[in-house]
């Protein structure tokens, strides 16, 4: 079985701010290989030939292209609501109504698409939602993180301190949102991490804010994304650190070689953290091809061995593509 732990859906926002959401996230990567201009400011013209960024992810076509590669489930997260950064509205958004909401639709219900979405395909799809303590404060979050939950019958939490702008570690704002987690005992994944996009607050990103959270939670089940990237070396300490913490190797693959990969997977080992705290995921729809991040995972040993390196084991392999995840939602 193999799991894409880590994947997005539908749309994150209402134009114009997603757009140009899409443009900071990308721009950068798009210059570095020589497909934007990188000698004079962008204009709206340069863009045409990404204009498939600024598209939402259909609910089929991420099937159809997981399925294809053997992929057999897919972890989708919402996206939380936000109103007050330089994106306007951010959310979950679904502008061709595949979920088949009724009228009208509003920010609040990022939760109720994400889980219509899961109920379309629920052989397929993992929904985790999405709350945010600075979107109508934290009590609504609270109530809202227990009705996605209770009422929606989504499998666990997604946040995203940096892009919402609030620090994990925030007593008023954070801890009942904690407390509810543990309380419901539900897993939580955390894009504690950075991003390219301008607005990203990089001191609210950094791993070890989560710290005091394993402390005071042991029981939580907390999955880091993306390896902490840039704070690798955070990420990992803390991961080894607290025995329920795990992360996730999506968008930190699209920018590592396969080389990279093996050797970061040793070090892991030689750090004291076991590969049975990594999970696979993509971050679909990713900078690099879903086969392409696929084949290079899955074709590690060749490469461990042309370095003289332990081969990785089938329960190590197996692991890391499914039954680790599979541990951390509880199943
Ligand atoms: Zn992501």
């Given at each position: 079985?193999?799991?894409?732990?880590?994947?997005?859906?539908?749309?994150?926002?209402?134009?114009?701010?997603?757009?140009?959401?899409?443009?900071?996230?990308?721009?950068?990567?798009?210059?570095?290989?020589?497909?934007?201009?990188?000698?004079?400011?962008?204009?709206?013209?340069?863009?045409?030939?990404?204009?498939?960024?600024?598209?939402?992810?259909?609910?089929?076509?991420?099937?159809?292209?997981?399925?294809?590669?053997?992929?057999?489930?897919?972890?989708?997260?919402?996206?939380a609501?936000?109103?007050?950064?330089?994106?306007?509205?951010?959310?979950?958004?679904?502008?061709?109504?595949?979920?088949?909401?009724?009228?009208?639709?509003?920010?609040?219900?990022?939760?109720?698409?994400?889980?219509?979405?899961?109920?379309?395909?629920?052989?397929?799809?993992?929904?985790f939602a999405a709350v945010?303590p600075?979107?109508?404060?934290t009590?609504?979050a609270v109530d809202e993180l227990d009705r996605a939950i209770t009422?929606?019958?989504l499998s666990g939490l997604k946040l995203?301190?940096?892009?919402?702008?609030?620090?994990p570690?925030?007593?008023?704002l954070m801890w009942p949102i904690w407390e509810k987690a543990a309380e419901l005992d539900i897993p939580v994944m955390v894009?504690?991490?950075?991003?390219?996009?301008?607005?990203?607050?990089?001191?609210?990103?950094?791993?070890?804010?989560l710290?005091?959270v394993g402390?005071e939670f042991p029981d939580l089940r907390l999955l880091?994304?993306?390896?902490?990237?840039?704070?690798?070396?955070?990420?990992?300490?803390?991961?080894?650190?607290?025995?329920n913490f795990?992360?996730?190797?999506?968008?930190?693959?699209?920018?590592?070689?396969?080389?990279?990969?093996?050797?970061?997977?040793?070090?892991?080992?030689?750090?004291?953290?076991?590969?049975?705290?990594?999970?696979?995921?993509?971050?679909?729809?990713?900078?690099?091809?879903?086969?392409?991040?696929?084949?290079?995972?899955?074709?590690?040993?060749?490469?461990?061995?042309?370095?003289?390196?332990?081969?990785?084991?089938?329960?190590?392999?197996?692991?890391?593509?499914?039954?680790?995840?599979?541990?951390f939602i509880g199943?």
């Amino acid at each position: 079985m193999i799991i894409d732990c880590h994947t997005h859906i539908l749309y994150t926002g209402a134009d114009p701010g997603a757009r140009l959401f899409m443009k900071e996230m990308c721009r950068s990567y798009f210059q570095s290989v020589g497909r934007l201009p990188v000698d004079r400011q962008l204009t709206d013209s340069d863009w045409d030939d990404l204009s498939f960024l600024f598209e939402p992810t259909l609910p089929e076509v991420s099937i159809a292209e997981h399925e294809a590669l053997g992929i057999d489930k897919i972890v989708i997260l919402a996206v939380a609501p936000s109103n007050y950064t330089r994106y306007e509205i951010r959310g979950l958004w679904d502008p061709t109504n595949v979920t088949g909401l009724p009228e009208p639709h509003t920010l609040d219900q990022v939760n109720d698409r994400l889980a219509a979405v899961v109920n379309l395909y629920p052989d397929r799809f993992i929904g985790f939602a999405a709350v945010n303590p600075r979107y109508k404060g934290t009590e609504w979050a609270v109530d809202e993180l227990d009705r996605a939950i209770t009422e929606l019958g989504l499998s666990g939490l997604k946040l995203y301190p940096g892009y919402d702008r609030y620090s994990p570690d925030d007593r008023d704002l954070m801890w009942p949102i904690w407390e509810k987690a543990a309380e419901l005992d539900i897993p939580v994944m955390v894009h504690q991490a950075s991003s390219a996009v301008t607005a990203f607050k990089m001191a609210y990103g950094r791993p070890f804010l989560l710290d005091d959270v394993g402390l005071e939670f042991p029981d939580l089940r907390l999955l880091i994304c993306h390896v902490g990237k840039p704070w690798v070396d955070e990420c990992t300490f803390l991961v080894m650190k607290h025995p329920n913490f795990y992360t996730d190797l999506s968008y930190y693959n699209s920018v590592t070689t396969r080389r990279e990969m093996v050797e970061f997977l040793h070090r892991c080992k030689r750090w004291g953290l076991p590969l049975a705290k990594v999970c696979w995921g993509t971050d679909y729809p990713c900078f690099e091809s879903l086969d392409s991040l696929l084949e290079k995972f899955l074709t590690m040993n060749e490469e461990a061995k042309a370095l003289g390196m332990a081969p990785f084991t089938e329960q190590e392999m197996d692991g890391m593509l499914a039954s680790n995840f599979l541990r951390f939602i509880g199943d």
